[in-house]
């Protein structure tokens, strides 16, 4: 008589994945693509893993009505998970929008159909701002076209970002009105022609709450001619 045989492996564990880019709650002013990893577990020789075949991706875009999830060409009512590779990135990038927040997610599958259910906030699920807009200044004092004496010593104004903030000001000072030749202020003396080395850091800045302007001061060069 016969007796036959068979001999087959057991993977009971489910793959992980990572989202590596864009970084979690970070604050962005474009996205080209995301990307991360996958890996089966358990890890070591001694355990039989059935590989990763799919990673599968969540595009998710909240608003104060609703969310919509991005499917590849729009955004839609419904749960949308994109097929990506194991290895994976993907760049088929929504129209990211100014001010909004989007939350992307992404599990695998192995090769024996066992799925990764648990998602971990900063690993496997990321949440990113888009500020698309750029920063605004303005001079406050003294007025456009106005003048200074000899005891007003502060340039000053404000500044303001939604909703990235503004990370640094420098002000450029030129002894001419229409600011042509080497008129720019150096640091010593109003003798530079215009480039960005001529911008100088400001004074004073306060950075305020969102929603209220920051505010700067710049002292002026003092017993300098300008016009």
Known sequence: FYVRGSTFSVDYSSPVTGIMFPVNLSTRSAVGYISGTSIDEPQGAAYVRAGVTAVKLRVQRLTADSSTYWDGGGWNTNEVWISTSPGWQYSLMPPWAHNVRYVISAYALDG??????????????????????????????????????????????TADDVPADIRSLQIALSSSSTGVGNSWWNGSAFTDAFSDAVYQATSAYTNNPAG???????TRPGNVYMD
């Open 112 to 157: 024996i159909g066992n799925q990764e259910t648990a998602f971990t906030l900063g690993v496997s699920t990321i949440s990113v701002l888009f500020d698309l807009q750029r920063p605004t200044a303005t001079v406050l004092s003294p007025v456009p076209g106005g003048y200074m004496n000899g005891d007003q010593t502060a340039i000053s104004g």
């Open 212 to 218: 209220t302007s920051d505010t700067w001061s710049m």
